[in-house]
């Protein structure tokens, strides 16, 4: 057992908070989870192209069109499209699309933001701004970035709103509720992984005090909101080979420096 493991069992009893039962408490747990947050009429004003499928199959062909279709737009300026290659072990299968809004009106991905920001505001604290938006796009996401902090210092919220489904299968995304008030340990970690390395992935930020074991999941349907404090550790879990991915919108929002 290597001795980053045998610390994962030693802290896990200190590192896991107990989850807040209404799953809205952003505060305590890092996280609030708004399930049928919008209907599927409203995802399909947002995103009047996006096809709804009823059955996985339909699904995983339609998620691998697109995935292949967005592929192609890799390092276009404009709209930001970063599709992972072969090369870059993780995060394989996922493309990050910047500013889906700015795309043009025939694409499938194109984001109507009209009433959208009004409603998730209601539930940002005050002192948080809205930055920008992503659609992530995970189609065969086998090796997805294991658990990590994105954002050691900055105030960052992310409010992930589901537009297909996300099951187990899928590979959900995780949280261990309560990190990212975790100030010590996380400086602890950072240290660590400056030094030694990570075993979880390449960067400083991965969680490799944090254990799988302690995090909450989340499984979802078209329309939940997920909100997350990134300061706390996270993570999509590896799909297998029945899921069949997902997209995500992701609306981001940021505490100025004052
Ligand atoms: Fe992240």
Redesign the pocket.
């Known amino acids: 057992m290597s001795v980053r493991k045998k610390l994962r069992d030693i802290l896990l009893p200190y590192l896991s908070s107990k989850v807040d039962k209404s799953l809205e408490d952003l505060d305590s747990n890092g996280f609030l989870y708004k399930k049928k947050f919008f209907s599927k009429i409203e995802i399909k004003e947002f995103f009047p192209n996006l096809k709804f499928c009823e059955s996985n199959i339909e699904k995983k062909i339609y998620l691998k069109k697109l995935f292949e279709k967005y592929s192609k737009f890799y390092k276009n300026k404009k709209i930001d499209v970063r599709a992972k290659t072969e090369n870059h072990k993780i995060d394989y299968g996922l493309i990050d699309i910047r500013d889906p809004d700015e795309l043009q009106d025939e694409h499938p991905l194109r984001l109507r933001i009209d009433k959208i920001l009004k409603r998730i505001e209601e539930y940002i604290p005050n002192n948080y701004i809205f930055n920008h938006f992503n659609v992530y796009l995970y189609s065969e996401c086998f090796k997805p970035?294991c658990l990590?902090i994105?954002s050691f210092n900055g105030k960052h919220l992310k409010a992930f709103i589901y537009l297909t489904n996300s099951n187990f299968e899928d590979g959900v995304y995780s949280y261990v509720p309560g990190s990212h008030k975790k100030k010590f340990i996380n400086f602890l970690q950072y240290i660590l992984n400056t030094i030694r390395g990570s075993d979880l992935g390449v960067k400083s930020n991965d969680g490799t005090l944090y254990s799988v074991e302690s995090c909450f999941s989340f499984p979802a349907e078209v329309g939940d909101m997920l909100i997350s404090d990134?300061r706390g550790v996270?993570?999509d879990l590896p799909c297998n080979s029945n899921g069949s991915g997902k997209i995500v919108l992701v609306v981001n929002f940021l505490m100025p420096n004052l």
């Open positions: 970035r990590h994105d990134q996270h993570g």
